[in-house]
């Protein structure tokens, strides 16, 4: 059976999207057979998989290729538990990227979960948004991470918000997901910074994705 993580946060905008693929990249290339579920509307990483779908039919090369195949399905809300019983028994890891807000699609999706991903962008507004995510995840009494993403390294807002984060007593990851363009390029090119040449934002998610692993296998 799969390990089950669910990225939530209630405030848009916050880098969900872009965690749950990237993470879905990092661990299909360290080896695991990976589902990615979208049960959010606006469909941000149904689209991203559209996109990888029709860069490797064209002949995308590189990287790109070389990426063992993701698993993509989607589900509202009457179906959510049912599909991901489906994606648990054929894979390693099953990743959802849910709607920012508490809804009937969210709290399923959690109870299936093993691990909760909370992305906190550099900004006080994602920060107050946290507490029901938070909430939600110890209702269904499933540990939780926060992940702080789009951070401006340096900068007193980052820290500011990084020492903020830290009096919630939930574990934050040790790993930074800093503001860079390379996770916005790749996002729209159906990519993930692991697909690109070796960088700094490559660097970032090969460290989260063992931080995750990590987490996991305490469970």
């Known amino acids: 059976m799969a390990h089950v993580i669910t990225v939530a946060q209630q405030k848009g905008g916050s880098g969900k999207t872009t965690l749950a693929v990237n993470l879905a990249v990092g661990f299909a290339r360290a080896g695991k057979s990976v589902a990615l579920m979208d049960i959010d509307p606006q469909g941000s990483a149904g689209r991203w998989f559209m996109t990888r779908l029709e860069a490797l039919e064209a002949g995308a090369g590189g990287a790109l290729a070389n990426t063992p195949e993701i698993t993509f399905s989607t589900a509202s809300a009457w179906g959510v538990s049912y599909e991901l019983r489906k994606l648990a028994q054929a894979h390693d890891i099953v990743i959802i990227d849910t709607p920012p807000k508490a809804d009937s699609d969210l709290r399923p999706a959690l109870r299936a979960s093993d691990l909760v991903l909370v992305p906190v962008a550099s900004s006080h507004l994602d920060l107050w ?91």
């Not at 009494?141 to 984060?165: C, F, H, N």
């Not at 390029?185 to 063992?210: C, F, I, M, N, W």
């Open 129 to 219: 948004a946290v507490e029901m995510a938070l909430y939600l995840a110890a209702r269904e009494d499933v540990p939780a991470m926060i992940v702080l993403t789009r951070t401006r390294t340096g900068t007193r807002l980052a820290a500011d918000v990084a020492s903020k984060a830290a009096e919630l007593g939930t574990e934050i990851a040790k790993t930074v997901l800093a503001n860079r363009v390379t996770y916005a390029e790749t996002l729209g090119q159906g990519r993930a910074a692991l697909e690109t040449p070796k960088g700094p934002a490559h660097d970032e998610v090969s460290r989260l994705v063992q931080e995750v692993q990590t987490a996991l296998d305490r469970l």
